[in-house]
C-alpha cells in the first residue's frame, strides 16, 4: 500500500480517502455481519436479497398461523377426550336406571346426575382458547350453547355458525382446521344434547323402557365424539407436518439468503488487519515527508 501513495500531497490525499473508505466499509460489514448494507454495495445482490426475505417473511408467517391453529386443535382434542368421560359415566348411569332393581327414587337421583353431566358438556361445547370459542365455526366470539335445563333438548343453540376457516400450509396445501360445536354434539346424526336430555326425563318419570331407548342414544353419541377426535387427530398430525416443512423451508431459503447477503468475516478480518497497518504506513510515510520538507525549508 505504501508504493501506491505518491509523496505528491494531492495523490497521497487521495490515496489515503480511499484506504479509509475501505476501512470503513470493512468495519460496517463486519459489525453488520453483512457483506450488502446498501444498494451500492452490490447492486446485482439487492433483488435476490429482497425476493428471499420477502419469502422467509411470507412462510415465518404460515408458521407463527400453524403453532396457532395447533394450539388450539390440541386445546380441542383434550375437550373430547373430557367429553368422552362424560359420555362414559352417562352410559354407565343410564345402565343403572336401566335395571329393574333401580326404583323411582333411585332414577331421580341419577337424574340429576345426568343433568349435572350435561352441562358440564355445554361447558365443553364453549371451550375457549385465546379468548376464541374453538368450536364456534366462524362466530367464535360468541358461545355456541346455553345451557337451560328445559325442552326440547335442555340446551338453546346460539346461532347456526358456518364454517369457513381455512388453513394453508407453506406447500399451498388447504384444510379445515376445526369442527363447530353443533358438528360434534348436534349433528343431523344425533345429538349428544338430546341423549343427555331425554335420559334425565325417562328416570325422572321412571320410564326404565325410554331409559333404554336414550342409553342407545347415548351410546351413539359416544360413537359421534370418537369420529370428532380422530378429526382432530389428523387435524393435528396435518399441522405437525405443516410446521416441520415450513422450518425446513425457512432454513433453506436462510442459506441462500446468507450466502448473497452475509460477509465473510474471516476474509474481513484479513483485510482490516492489511488496512490498518497499511494506513499507519501511509501516516507514518506523510509524517516523514512533512518533516524533510521543513528541514529544507530551514535549510534554504
Known sequence: MISGIQANTGSFLASLSNLENRLSQVNQQMSSGYRVNQASDDPTAIQPIVAYQGRIDY????????????????????????????????????????????????????????????????????????????????????????????????????????????????????????????????????????????????LLANNQTGIQTALTEVQTGSQQLTAASVSYGNIETWITNGISTATSHVNNLTQALSAVRDADLPTLATELTTDQTAMQAAIAADGSLNNMKSLFDYMG
Not at 88 to 96: N, P, Y
Open 59 to 202: 412462510i415465518n408467517q404460515i408458521k407463527s398461523n400453524l403453532t396457532q391453529a395447533q394450539t388450539a386443535a390440541q386445546t380441542a382434542d383434550s375437550a373430547l377426550q373430557q367429553a368422552s368421560t362424560l359420555m362414559d359415566q352417562l352410559v354407565t348411569l343410564a345402565t343403572q336406571g336401566a335395571s329393574s332393581t333401580s326404583d323411582a327414587s333411585t332414577r331421580s337421583n341419577l337424574a340429576q346426575k345426568v343433568q349435572a353431566i350435561q352441562q358440564q358438556l355445554v361447558a365443553i361445547a364453549n371451550t375457549t382458547s385465546n379468548g376464541q370459542y374453538i368450536f364456534g365455526g366462524d362466530s367464535a366470539t360468541t358461545a355456541p350453547y346455553t345451557y337451560t335445563g328445559t325442552g326440547p333438548n335442555g340446551v338453546t343453540q346460539n346461532g347456526t355458525p358456518t364454517n369457513t376457516q381455512i388453513l394453508r400450509d407453506s406447500d399451498g396445501n388447504e384444510i379445515t382446521p376445526s369442527l363447530t360445536a353443533q358438528q360434534i354434539f348436534d349433528s343431523s346424526n344425533g345429538s349428544i344434547f338430546q341423549a343427555a336430555y331425554d335420559l334425565s326425563s325417562a
